[in-house]
T-cell receptor, first 113, second 113 residues
């Protein structure tokens, strides 16, 4: 079945460092891809998405590009802040059932001042 | 406006008891979803309701789990004869329609002792 594999955490960085969280997927056809974020004490919220190959999703300084050739959707941010400390989840919905989110295991990111 | 709300926020129950978890979706959202977030399994899809269509129950882990959605709005997830492996955070989400962005509630943390 469809699945998502993302980089194991935890990840600890200093403020203004560059962040990359790797995500690869296995799916039949061309799924939609998402990054969700869960800040401490808060619910899951959508960070960005891409629905077709070569699309770039971006939000709050984060970016991810849908790479069909490498079946990847890596999340990047050029200069992290303490407020970016959270758990990040890569996810997909398949074309056939475009409501059924499949999530990666989540990556905990801690940014130190 | 109001987001997705869930109640209770925490529930501790004894093994073998039945529990009911409630979800109030965002007003006007026709689609409603239940997910489970557990240490061992990560974030898993449980069930999906869309309007008056038959729900997609394919993610329910056993016949002890059931869910209903009354009047196209509030949903209740029921777990009968709870087991320790049912301990998890149960997340509800809603969206304006199929395939559109899912908005998550804060979750109900269930602990089975």
């Amino acid at each position: 079945g469809d699945s998502v594999t993302q980089m194991e955490g935890p990840v600890t960085l200093s403020e203004e460092a560059f962040l990359t969280i790797n995500c690869t997927y296995t799916a039949t056809g061309y799924p939609s891809l998402f990054w969700y974020v869960q800040y401490p004490g808060e619910g899951l919220q959508l960070l960005l998405k891409a629905t077709k190959a070569d699309d770039k999703g971006s939000n709050k300084g984060f970016e991810a590009t849908y790479r069909k050739e490498t079946t990847s959707f890596h999340l990047e941010k050029g200069s992290v802040q303490v407020s970016d400390s959270a758990v990040y989840f890569c996810a997909l919905t398949p074309r056939s059932n475009d409501y059924k989110l499949s999530f990666g295991a989540g990556t905990t990111v801690t940014v130190r001042a | 406006g109001a987001g997705v709300s869930q109640s209770p926020s925490n529930k501790v129950t004894e093994k073998g008891k039945d529990v009911e978890l409630r979800c109030d979706p965002i007003s006007g959202h026709t689609a409603l979803y239940w997910y489970r977030q557990s240490l061992g399994q990560g974030l898993e899809f449980l069930i999906y309701f869309q309007g008056n269509s038959a729900p997609d129950k394919s993610g329910l882990p056993s016949d002890r789990f059931s869910a209903e959605r009354t009047g196209g709005s509030v949903s209740t997830l029921t777990i009968q004869r709870t087991q320790q492996e049912d301990s998890a955070v149960y997340l509800c989400a809603s969206s304006p329609g199929q395939g559109s962005e899912q908005y998550f509630g804060p979750g109900t943390r269930l602990t089975v002792t």
